[in-house]
């Protein structure tokens, strides 16, 4: 009764400006480009989500999203049923090589990736279709909205963790721990001394109690010999109250002994807080200090990754043009090999040509020869028979 919590404004000052949330301000290259990533990927989860709605109702989107992007989605659709029926024919346990299914399984992936990667590099090349198609498109599926949704809240926390550093989440720590540690004593100290004062009082009730039914048994008394003892009375009164005033006097005494204690710790704490504060002035110079040194780095690291890319981009604009010249050479080997093949395949219709012609020649001339000795022969015969005609008429004669 009577006792007042200790005030906690200075602590809460302190507590607000440690606890408090940061000032939203990328100030570090990487920080940016990680949160950038973060929200073109969010943008393109959302675009990919909706690529199965859309192959639903691929008619009705033909003629807002045009003949390119309508060839790639079909292109997608036809690869995502190879790989549907390659995934269902794996588990109704069809007769097939483990080892070659799963290489047509990856490469297919493979396929499906590419093909998500170019759907996307279209949409977003047009703003204005990716930002119709989310009103046109029916709702997405729960399980790709809850990925989405749990996307956004690590988002989010990178957001956050990245705005603070690790020096500072440490020095937050710490503050809180010393805090607590501090509440816990100043809190176990304000118990006993409330326990100490509630014990006080308690007896202080107790004896006024007593003292108060000693005062009625007395009056009760009093009143049968009012006459008689109606001095005697007053002087038992006036003591009773006396000492009652004495014992409250004692009470107040204790109170503000115990107040002045109170008062004591407060101006502790008060201490505690201003020796913390110039601590963490001097942390918070530090700091500074080391995020401009580390501001540096980065502008330098900035610096040397510009050099390195304008000579990656010499580099790979020798690297094009010289593509670009085996390209040229491919295509003219490539019409040397057919005019070498045509001319190769006239050449062995030449050759297998003169071949046949060679053998009809010998076949020929074969024939001829042997024709010519059957008439030779013949010839001979002939003759010798006209001859022998000759000589026996020669003789008859």
Not at 76 to 101: D, F, I, T
Not at 225 to 240: D, G
Not at 336 to 351: D, G, H, K, N, T
Request: hydrophobic share 35%; net charge neutral.
């Amino acid at each position: 009764e009577g006792i007042q919590a200790p005030k906690k404004g200075a602590i809460r000052l302190d507590a607000m400006k440690m606890l408090g949330p940061n000032q939203p301000k990328l100030d570090t290259y990487e920080t940016q480009r990680i949160i950038s990533v973060l929200d073109e990927t969010i943008v393109k989860l959302e675009l990919s989500s909706l690529i199965p709605c859309i192959l639903d109702s691929l008619d009705r989107f033909a003629d807002m999203l045009g003949p390119e992007i309508t060839s790639d989605l079909i292109e997608h659709q036809k690869l995502s049923s190879k790989v549907e029926n390659l995934l269902s024919s794996s588990r109704e346990g069809e007769p097939s090589p483990a080892e070659e299914q799963r290489e047509s399984l990856c490469l297919l992936e493979q396929h499906l990736k590419t093909s998500v990667r170019n759907i996307l590099r279209i949409l977003l090349a047009s703003p204005s279709l990716c930002q119709a198609l989310p009103y046109e498109v029916c709702a997405r599926q729960s399980s790709a909205e809850a990925f989405i949704q749990a996307f956004r809240e690590f988002r989010n926390f990178m957001h956050e963790r990245l705005l603070t550093s690790p020096l500072e989440e440490k020095e937050k720590i710490q503050f809180i721990e010393d805090i607590s540690l501090r509440i816990k004593r100043n809190t176990e100290t304000l118990t006993a001394l409330k326990a100490e004062l509630a014990a006080t009082i308690q007896s202080r009730d107790e004896k006024i109690h007593r003292k108060d039914n000693v005062i009625k048994d007395l009056k009760t008394a009093l009143q049968d010999v009012a006459n008689n003892y109606k001095i005697s009375v007053l002087q038992v009164t006036q003591e009773a109250e006396n000492q009652q005033k004495e014992e409250l006097r004692a009470w107040q005494a204790r109170r503000a002994r115990l107040q002045e204690d109170i008062e004591q710790l407060r101006a502790q704490l008060c201490a505690l807080v201003l020796e913390h504060r110039e601590s963490e002035l001097a942390l918070r110079k530090k700091k500074c200090k080391v995020e401009m040194e580390i501001e540096k780095w980065i502008q330098k690291y900035d610096a040397d990754m510009g050099e390195k890319q304008a000579e990656y981009e010499e580099l790979y604009a020798l690297y094009s043009e010289e593509k670009a010249q085996v390209s040229l050479l491919q295509e003219k080997h490539d019409v040397l090999i057919q005019e070498y093949s045509q001319i190769a395949e006239e050449r062995s219709v030449r050759q297998q040509k003169q071949k046949q012609d060679s053998e009809e020649l010998v076949t020929m001339t074969i024939a001829a020869t042997r024709i010519q000795a059957f008439w030779r022969g013949y010839l001979v015969r002939s003759l010798f028979k006209t001859k022998r005609k000759k000589k026996k008429k020669g003789g008859g004669k």
